[in-house]
């Protein structure tokens, strides 16, 4: 159900994500609360399949720094190949991990 005429980025704050992650609108950003981390939310803008203006709120802030930083401009494709699966601790997954989930589910969604 896209609206023609209005920018991708627009659509995607009509059409959010859904599913695993709790999504809300925030300044036409993806923002999302990640699962058994420390950050208690993240947000990006996905424009087609790249992603950019990554921010995470709390956790570790120099190392989502320096992620949110690697990964602006990077594809979909790019930061899950790269970055799903990484773990924290004796967690099963990691900031990054929920990132490179949430980029993909939200570039899926935006695909139907």
């Not at 709790?22 to 993240?42: G, M, Q, Y």
């Not at 992620?67 to 602006?72: E, G, H, Q």
């Amino acid at each position: 159900m896209r609206q023609p005429g209005l920018p991708k980025q627009l659509r995607l704050g009509i059409r959010m994500c859904q599913g695993t992650f709790f999504v809300t609108k925030t300044n036409d950003k993806e923002e999302l609360k990640p699962h058994n981390v420390c950050a208690a939310s993240l947000s990006f803008d996905l424009d087609d399949d790249v992603v950019r203006n990554v921010e995470f709120t709390r956790g570790c802030d120099g190392n989502l720094k320096a992620i949110s930083k690697l990964v602006d401009g990077m594809t979909v494709d790019q930061i899950y190949n790269t970055l799903h699966g990484n773990t924290c601790g004796f967690k099963d997954t990691s900031c990054a991990d929920q990132l490179a989930q949430a980029v993909r589910q939200c570039y899926e969604e935006s695909q139907k």
